[in-house]
């Protein structure tokens, strides 16, 4: 069974691509704030084959590993080489999609078959237009990598921002004055993320103290802080129309 201690690391890659490895790693992750991404060079990923390991990330609907498909994984560990292309943006700022991996051979795929690695949730390396590119960006869940990033580098600055406010002021009184200081923090952040490019707009709603049950203001628990916020996304496709007249 995977383990790993510390913290201090977000992503998480293996040299093995063997099914049973990466399931292991996987349904490690999954209960983490974490990211794992995974390569596999297996024959059955884009066939219709449902006990592939593509298929079985799909099924499970992880949502914190994403896998590419590659003939070379082994050799070439395309895994690595898009880790290293991407997760040094800062959160928000970039997309998974339409990225050239160094030292990476591009795979040679029919249409039926990325139809089926698109079905399973699963990206691959293939030449558009003459350029060697990364697609689709996917977690196996179905969601975006870059979107699940920036939903954990939010959190994360949440926890920091408003931990630094109680561990340095003398105290945050449960009153409104005290409630704006923990509204602040969360603006601020998700601010930070429309400046980067992430979120595109945001809401934060404060309770009002006396607005919060007195059981929990007596348990010192200010409860009731809520944020919505709309991704900025990406485009992935386009689709133009035209009209043409003589």
Not at 96 to 106: A, F, H, M, P
Not at 114 to 120: D, N, T
Not at 148 to 165: C, H, M, S, V
Not at 171 to 193: C, F, H, N, Q, W
Request: proline residues 2%.
């Amino acid at each position: 069974e995977a383990s790993f201690e510390g913290a201090d690391w977000y992503v998480v890659l293996i040299d093995s691509k063997d099914k049973a490895d990466i399931l292991d790693v996987a349904n490690t992750v999954e209960a983490m704030n974490k990211l794992f991404v995974a390569a596999t060079a297996d024959a059955d990923v884009p066939t219709s084959v449902t006990t592939d390991i593509a298929s079985e990330l799909s099924e499970k609907k992880m949502d914190r590993t994403a896998l590419i498909y590659s003939e070379k994984a082994a050799e070439e560990h395309p895994d690595a080489a898009w880790v290293g292309q991407c997760i040094t943006a800062v959160a928000g700022s970039n997309s998974w999609e339409y990225k050239t991996l160094n030292g990476v051979t591009r795979s040679k795929l029919r249409d039926n078959q990325i139809s089926i690695l698109e079905g399973k949730n699963c990206n691959y390396y293939i030449r558009v237009l003459g350029a060697d590119i990364t697609r689709k960006g996917y977690l196996s869940s179905g969601d975006w990598i870059d979107s699940r990033i920036l939903t954990d580098w939010i959190n994360a600055r949440f926890q920091e921002r408003i931990f630094f406010r109680k561990k340095n002021l003398p105290k945050i009184p449960m009153t409104d004055s005290g409630i704006a200081i923990i509204e602040l923090e969360m603006r601020d952040v998700l601010s930070e993320a429309q400046s980067n490019g992430g979120v595109a707009e945001f809401d934060v709603r404060a309770p009002r103290a006396l607005g919060i049950p007195e059981i929990e203001r007596a348990r010192r628990n200010a409860d009731g802080f809520r944020w919505v916020a709309r991704y900025a996304g990406a485009i992935s496709t386009t689709t133009l129309r035209g009209v043409v007249h003589y």
